[in-house]
Nanobody, 111 residues
């Protein structure tokens, strides 16, 4: 049974940082890409970042230079380091590995 569990969300002030984690089980993590999407209230889910199994990364223009996607295949875990967070980035952040998705973790950027 495949399971993806996100963690690391929470409340952070504007300009602050968070690191999200995505722990995978039941899937061959190392051969799959890892991706992060987010969904703000009342909005559609949007792409944030993608890390292919070979190491190529792709970011939404809005997060380039501030967010970094990474992975630790030995731990079957993907990460999203988010710096200089903005209030408009308040959303539920979801990770995906292969065809699977996690349940999401809430990120709230507010003073």
């Amino acid at each position: 049974q495949v399971q993806l569990v996100e963690s690391g969300g929470g409340l952070v002030q504007p300009g602050g940082s968070l690191r999200l984690s995505c722990a995978a089980s039941g899937v061959i993590f190392s051969i799959n890409s890892v991706r992060w999407y987010r969904q703000a209230p009342g909005k559609e889910r949007e792409f944030v970042a993608h890390l292919f199994s070979g190491g190529i990364t792709n970011y939404a223009d809005s997060v380039k230079g501030r967010f970094t996607i990474s992975r630790d295949n030995a731990k079957n875990t993907g990460y999203l380091q988010m710096n200089s967070l903005k209030p408009e980035e308040t959303a539920v952040y979801y990770c995906g590995v292969g065809q699977y998705w996690g349940q999401g973790t809430q990120v709230t950027v507010s003073s």
